[in-house]
């Protein structure tokens, strides 16, 4: 389970909804953003001294035109 997650006119983070997978979230963001490609580009950030694979692939960012985005692996 995937968490979508965006920020409002006020710069706080609200949450957008929940997908099965990564590629429905980021179908999202393309539809928020108002984009006629088939794709996003994600982000993600990766600690060289501490954390996991599974930590960093758990949270992909992307910025838009509208607004800025992270999408989080939420565990069931």
Known sequence: MWQLMMTNR???WVEVGRF???TDAARRIRDL???T???VFLR???DTEFGTDAE???H???KGRRALYVIKRRVQ
Request: net charge negative.
């Open 10 to 12: 006020a710069r706080e």
């Open 56 to 58: 960093a692939f758990g």
């Open 60 to 62: 992909l960012e992307h």
């Open 37 to 39: 490609l088939t794709g």
């Open 44 to 46: 993600m950030y990766i």
């Open 33 to 35: 953003e108002g984009n």
């Open 20 to 22: 099965e997978t990564v």
